[in-house]
């Protein structure tokens, strides 16, 4: 977990300089709202975006 913490902060990072601390924002803003409050699981059987609120 720590290393995949690691990787997806440098990515984010390079996001960041790619299209500005705005923009990124706004993306992460945008994708909250589409995926919902609700965590996903990592061992969840395919992409569950369909139905956040509960099992699949």
């Given amino acids: ?3 995949g ?3 997806f ?3 984010r990072g ?4 790619q299209i500005g ?3 990124l ?3 992460e803003t945008h994708l909250a709202t589409l995926v919902g ?3 996903v699981r990592p061992d969840a059987p395919g992409w569950i975006a369909h ?3 509960g099992p699949a």
């Fill in 21 to 23: 601390p705005a923009e």
């Fill in 5 to 7: 913490e690691a990787i």
């Fill in 9 to 11: 902060d440098e990515l």
């Fill in 37 to 39: 409050a609700l965590p």
């Fill in 51 to 53: 139905d956040l609120g």
């Fill in 1 to 3: 977990m720590r290393q």
């Fill in 14 to 17: 390079q996001w960041e300089l």
């Fill in 25 to 27: 924002a706004a993306l």
